[in-house]
């Protein structure tokens, strides 16, 4: 096994560590980072690229003095943390190590071949692949990155023992016949993850709905689903919908199953783009698609109290054509391969003719600004809604390599600011009651700060830099300005503008913190967010503008 393997993991950890001054004595020299380990060995690592966001680096690296590998490296860097921490991290590098880089032309990437290229997870993130709950084996399935099919499992449910929201029952109804099963005309049909099957299966509570008859098996739908990025959201080519499950395992910071605050996200999502506000949006924002959450169903006990391990929830499926080229989630465009360039910096290099790759990166960032950030921060600064699109959820569309629009999906991950309640909720009734996803405006901006500025805005800037494509403070320059026009423009509240434009700071998740405390970050709620958060300097307050 060569070093070359591991470059991925060692890039995710050293980029969290540093950001969060986990690095004893942290200080570049040169093409080389050095710092200490806990015992005062000194440690070098090679640097062969460096933004103020991210760095990429790469062996050779010294303990002492001596060559070492990256295995060891990581390994002496948590061996003094809690052992489930240690094991994340190393269970990650295990997983990445098994992983090939993403091939092929993004362009041409299908919906499925751009949601299985994102091969190593986060970029700044201690263990960015780990997963608890889930062997090797059940990985090669149903991990988004090994490409795996499967097919979904189908149930008829008493209906005393379903509930549901949204379309719910002509959703799930129609997803079955697209999936090869008949609905039963008495019961409700219910599709399981088999994944998770295997887990109910030692559930009391589902064990009790089997043997009463209450849920019945209809058997398998067709072999043709496959993981999108996320892994609990699934998505076939034949479907009219994909669906998102709960998954009993944790990924990252999280365990995987949905709650019912955030499945009424989803219906209420829905709603307000069936409303007067929706057909204002889609009418300012020509190249945004939203994808909604209309539906959700889950079994209940004899209470009646729903089951969180057995949500599972409807989502848009506009990609249904397998031979068409599909958006291509922006984590998996920005993510750095083991070498050369990332596949956003792959496309920016086809697209200049004479080998000045400055101009047309420029161009390139500049677009996907107006396309693809545009029209999320206007959203805020209009109708006060927070849609948190980080890497993961946001998905470029493409023409001709360039940016043409913006996909954006989950909405767990959505909310609405204090201040425009009265008014979203006049063409909307009813809208954030039971999902804690109303927030004041500072806490929702520091939110979207992070979520679409850091972890969008920032690492895309970041692999133009890291690719040697452009020049970082020409990239910064041009953030500054878009903000400004943005500012400028805006018929709404251009209080977040001002925000990136003046604070000296950027609110950013300390994934290597939240990680290393072992909270289950899924756990916050109306009483705020479990993971640990932390401040940026601000690299354009001090700017010139272009």
Known sequence: MTETADIPALDAFLNAALRENRLKGAHFNGAQLRFALCDESPVTVAVIGRSRFR???????????????????????????????SERVAASLRAIRGTSDAEGDPQGWNFRKAETALRFGHVLHPNPRSRDG????EAAIYAPESGGRFALEWFAVEPERWTGGGFAVEGFSRLARADGIEPPTNRRVFPVHPFQLSRLKNDSRFADLRAKGSVEPLGPGRPDWSATASMRAVHGFHAPFMVKFSLSLRLTNSMRLLSHREVLRGLHVTDLLNSAVGAEISATFAGLTILTEPAFA???????ALIPETIAVLRDNPYRDAAAPGPVILAALCEAPRKGLSPLGRIVTS??????????????????????????????????????????????KLEGGWPSGVAIRDCQGTGHLTTFHERLSSVCPGIGEGAENIVPPEAGDALLTYY?????????????????????DALLALWRSFLERCARETPGDATLYRRLLERPGL???????????????????????LASFLELDNPIALTEAA
């Open 55 to 85: 760095c990429r680096f790469a062996p050779p690296l010294t303990i002492a003095g001596r060559p070492a590998r990256i295995e060891e490296l990581l390994q002496r860097l948590t061996e003094t943390a809690e052992p489930a921490f």
């Open 134 to 137: 889930i062997t090797a084996e």
């Open 298 to 304: 889950a079994l209940t006990n004899e209470r009646g």
């Open 351 to 396: 697209l200049s003719d004479n080998g000045d790759t400055a101009p047309m990166a420029m161009r390139w960032f500049a677009a996907f600004l107006d396309k693809a950030i545009w029209p999320i921060l206007e959203m805020r600064a209009r109708f006060g809604l927070l849609f948190g699109s980080h890497q993961q959820n946001m998905m470029l």
């Open 452 to 472: 679409v500025v850091v972890n969008s805005v920032m690492n895309t800037l970041s692999m133009i830099v890291l690719d040697e494509l452009a020049g970082e």
């Open 507 to 529: 609110t950013a998740k300390a994934n290597f913190a939240t990680s290393l405390s072992g909270v289950n970050e899924a756990d916050g709620g109306a009483d705020g967010q």
